[in-house]
């Protein structure tokens, strides 16, 4: 029976491990393909430059060119630098290519040399500038003009009056001829012959060719010469029968204003200048210069009427005013300041003074009483003393 188990079981395992297949063994994972190294990025080509445009100047016109030169000139002027001025206007001169502008230049150029004391050159100038302008009569009178001038003041006053004389027939309703006429006044006031002189003056004043603002010149050139003769009174007297202000501009009205003022002032009419000037400055139309200036006249006359706060007030109200340029007087302010700061310490000099004097006083005072108590203390004590020594016999 045992065997017989024994050999059922032998063939049943034996059928079990037939049935069974074997396991196999798991296939060998296959090593990854290697990566293949990713190819080299080939270099970008370069860019080319792409050709800039050459930058070119903006070409300035002939009129900014000269300008330019002829405002450098200017600027030189006001600083003292008159060689540099000179070149400038040499510049401006090339670059003009218009007769006006040359004429300009040339007559500021004129100028600058009699500025320098260079008159016979300015001369030269001038004449070289009247060989060139045959056909201009405008530019030939100003030019000849501009040489009577320069004669009269290098004293050669026949060859201006020559030259002046050929201006005053040129053009009687301009202000070229004008300037020509008041200047052979002033060659004649310069002879002394003041009849001459005034025959000038007063064919500019009264003759209607001329606009109304050139006939004020002639009566203020008129007036001028009767004040520097110390004939006031009839200075004045001329003014207000020439001085109509209804057709002049502003600027014209108030040199009247102050014309007027200044003959006032030297006839000690103080109350009437100020009045001048209180009218002026109720016109319209000032621009800042004339108020400052109105301003600062109106506290001249104060200053010479020794009200000195007023002055100062006026002076502070001219410092104030906007753009006062030229008509504030800058010097005159520290003037009256100086004026006020004196008479401020002469104040307090008299003021401690009198302190000093009425402390002084005070304390005599004091010691007066006190005096008079010590006195009437001793008197006192010596009654007490002597009805005591009575008491006692």
């Given at each position: 029976?045992?065997?017989?188990?024994?050999?059922?079981?032998?063939?049943?395992?034996?059928?079990?491990?037939?049935?069974?297949?074997a396991k196999t063994a798991?296939?060998?994972?296959?090593?990854?393909?290697?990566?293949?190294?990713?190819?080299?990025?080939?270099?970008?080509?370069?860019?080319?430059?792409?050709?800039?445009?050459?930058?070119?100047?903006?070409?300035?016109?002939?009129?900014?060119?000269?300008?330019?030169?002829?405002?450098?000139?200017?600027?030189?002027?006001?600083?003292?630098?008159?060689?540099?001025?000179?070149?400038?206007?040499?510049?401006?001169?090339?670059?003009?290519?218009?007769?006006?502008?040359?004429?300009?230049?040339?007559?500021?150029?004129?100028?600058?040399?009699?500025?320098?004391?260079?008159?016979?050159?300015?001369?030269?100038?001038?004449?070289?500038?009247?060989?060139?302008?045959?056909?201009?009569?405008?530019?030939?009178?100003?030019?000849?003009?501009?040489?009577?001038?320069?004669?009269t003041d290098t004293g050669?006053?026949?060859?201006?009056?020559?030259?002046?004389?050929?201006?005053?027939?040129?053009?009687?309703?301009?202000?070229?001829?004008?300037?020509?006429?008041?200047?052979?006044?002033?060659?004649?006031?310069?002879?002394?012959?003041?009849?001459?002189?005034?025959?000038?003056?007063?064919?500019?004043?009264?003759?209607?060719?001329?606009?109304?603002?050139?006939?004020?010149?002639?009566?203020?050139?008129?007036?001028?010469?009767?004040?520097?003769?110390?004939?006031?009174?009839?200075?004045?007297?001329?003014?207000?029968?020439?001085?109509?202000?209804?057709?002049?501009?502003?600027?014209?009205?108030?040199?009247?204003?102050?014309?007027?003022?200044?003959?006032?002032?030297?006839?000690?009419?103080?109350?009437?200048?100020?009045?001048?000037?209180?009218?002026?400055?109720?016109?319209?139309?000032?621009?800042?210069?004339?108020?400052?200036?109105?301003?600062?006249?109106?506290?001249?006359?104060?200053?010479?009427?020794?009200?000195?706060?007023?002055?100062?007030?006026?002076?502070?109200?001219?410092?104030?005013?906007?753009?006062?340029?030229?008509?504030?007087?800058?010097?005159?302010?520290?003037?009256?300041?100086?004026?006020?700061?004196?008479?401020?310490?002469?104040?307090?000099?008299?003021?401690?003074?009198?302190?000093?004097?009425?402390?002084?006083?005070?304390?005599?005072?004091?010691?007066?009483?006190?005096?008079?108590?010590?006195?009437?203390?001793?008197?006192?004590?010596?009654?007490?003393?002597?009805?005591?020594?009575?008491?006692?016999?």
């Open positions: 029976m045992k065997k017989f188990t024994a050999l059922f079981l032998l063939s049943v395992g034996t059928a079990v491990l037939t049935a069974a297949p798991a296939p060998a994972k296959t090593a990854a393909p290697a990566k293949t190294a990713a190819p080299a990025k080939t270099a970008a080509p370069a860019k080319t430059a792409v050709p800039q445009k050459p930058v070119v100047p903006e070409k300035k016109q002939p009129f900014e060119l000269w300008m330019t030169a002829q405002s450098q000139a200017l600027e030189c002027i006001e600083k003292k630098q008159y060689d540099e001025a000179l070149k400038f206007f040499d510049q401006a001169e090339k670059e003009a290519n218009r007769g006006t502008w040359k004429n300009y230049t040339l007559y500021e150029k004129a100028n600058l040399l009699v500025k320098m004391g260079r008159s016979s050159e300015a001369l030269d100038l001038l004449r070289a500038k009247v060989s060139r302008d045959r056909n201009t009569s405008y530019h030939r009178a100003r030019t000849a003009l501009m040489r009577g001038n320069i004669l050669k006053y026949d060859e201006a009056a020559e030259e002046l004389k050929s201006v005053a027939r040129f053009n009687m309703n301009n202000w070229v001829a004008a300037d020509a006429l008041l200047a052979l006044g002033r060659i004649s006031e310069l002879k002394n012959d003041f009849a001459g002189a005034s025959k000038y003056y007063r064919e500019v004043a009264g003759d209607e060719k001329f606009l109304p603002g050139i006939r004020s010149r002639g009566v203020e050139a008129e007036v001028r010469m009767l004040e520097k003769r110390k004939e006031f009174s009839q200075a004045l007297a001329f003014l207000d029968a020439n001085g109509a202000i209804d057709q002049l501009p502003t600027d014209r009205v108030l040199d009247l204003a102050f014309l007027r003022s200044d003959l006032q002032i030297a006839l000690k009419d103080l109350p009437g200048a100020r009045a001048t000037l209180d009218k002026a400055m109720a016109l319209p139309g000032k621009t800042g210069p004339w108020h400052a200036a109105l301003l600062t006249r109106m506290a001249k006359i104060s200053c010479l009427q020794k009200r000195y706060q007023e002055s100062q007030n006026l002076m502070r109200r001219a410092r104030a005013v906007r753009g006062h340029a030229w008509g504030y007087d800058r010097e005159f302010h520290k003037q009256i300041d100086r004026i006020i700061a004196q008479q401020n310490r002469e104040r307090a000099i008299r003021e401690r003074k009198v302190r000093l004097e009425r402390e002084r006083k005070a304390k005599l005072e004091r010691q007066r009483k006190a005096r008079q108590e010590r006195e009437r203390r001793a008197r006192l004590e010596r009654e007490r003393k002597a009805k005591k020594n009575t008491e006692k016999k």
